[in-house]
């Protein structure tokens, strides 16, 4: 039920994922039921393909996440989180409330044993054709450097385990390449990877770099402020590129909709944060990589790194 578009563009996603997903994935809508089955009928689709969960209570895009979980207990996300925390689904996926789904996944199923402090990592494409894990990008704005340090250790594990990235290279993002560049923050963070077994540090990455040149580097760790305005950055870019008519295959890849969602990394179970303009091909990605979520097992490989 979250979203700009929703419900509309989150069963029709839901549509196009049943297609790709194989038979023994299910798909779960949890809202209002009647609404889904509507659109499913419009669309020609059997009911049959979905498990459905009623529920009457919608969390909405400007509330505050705390005080909604309190007085909307029977809303699409707070009966979701119950119902991952239960076992009954697997993964949980949205384009609502931001604050709501970080509040849910922090208080619902709650941090792994040893994380500081759960962060989100977005997908960097890079000139050569691949592409980097730049986190945080949101949650967390001022860090310590012991929290950026694990936020290194959780991208490398989703590098490695969600993106068949064998050792990848751990960058830590400054205003120079230099180990005594930046500020305090950085500067300690690197005194404290420099040498790390934990993961394959490669030293500093600048913002210039992030998309090709410089230091190569699958995973680049900052804090949530930092991160954001970079992600913020690129859409924005995106757009004004393709109001311009300029798009040519690489900058086709700065498209949100082509990722889906973002994971919260470092939480007991798997969380997907939608974009809230997110559209049915959004939703789709979103749902396809929830898929990949729970085959690579990826809270199981963060809890035995942090045990």
């Known amino acids: 039920m979250g979203g700009d578009f929703a419900p509309l563009a989150t069963v029709e996603g839901a ?17 209002n039921t009647e609404v889904a089955k509507d659109i499913l009928s419009k669309n ?14 919608v969390i909405e895009m400007n509330e505050h996440p705390t005080k909604a979980f309190k007085h909307k207990p029977h809303s699409s996300l707070a009966i979701g989180f119950q119902m991952l925390k239960n076992g009954e689904i697997d993964a949980l996926g949205s384009a609502g409330n931001s604050g709501a789904i970080l509040v849910g996944a922090m208080f619902s199923i709650r941090s792994i044993a040893g994380v500081y402090r759960p962060c989100v990592a977005s997908i960097v494409p890079k000139e050569n054709g691949k592409e980097a894990i730049i986190l945080d990008v949101g949650i967390v ?23 068949g990235i064998t050792n990848p290279r751990v960058a830590l993002l400054n205003i120079g390449e230099e180990k005594e560049k930046g500020n305090l923050l950085t500067q300690a963070t690197y005194s404290l ?68 969602a973002t994971p919260v ?14 559209n049915s091909n959004a939703i789709k990605n979103m749902l396809l990589l929830s898929r990949d979520l729970v085959e690579a097992k990826l809270p199981e490989k963060i809890k035995k790194a942090f045990k």
């Open 141 to 163: 704005a001022d860090c310590k450097p012991d929290v950026l340090y694990q936020f290194a250790m959780l991208g490398a594990i989703y590098a490695e385990f969600v993106y």
């Open 193 to 260: 990877m420099e040498g790390t077994n934990d993961f394959n540090f490669v030293g500093n990455v600048e913002g210039r770099h992030i998309y090709g040149g410089g230091v190569e580097a699958d995973v680049i760790v900052c804090d949530g402020f930092t991160g954001n305005v970079v992600l913020k950055q690129a859409e924005a870019f995106y757009e004004l590129i393709k109001k311009r008519n300029l798009l040519d295959d690489y900058f086709k890849r700065f498209n949100y909709e082509m990722y889906g």
């Open 265 to 278: 990394l470092g939480v007991n179970g798997n969380v997907l944060l939608a974009h809230g303009i997110s």
């Open 15 to 31: 549509i196009k994922a049943v297609k790709e997903l194989p038979e023994t994935s299910r798909i779960v809508l949890i809202g």
């Open 44 to 57: 020609k689709i059997s009911h049959e393909l979905f498990d459905f969960v009623h529920t009457e209570q």
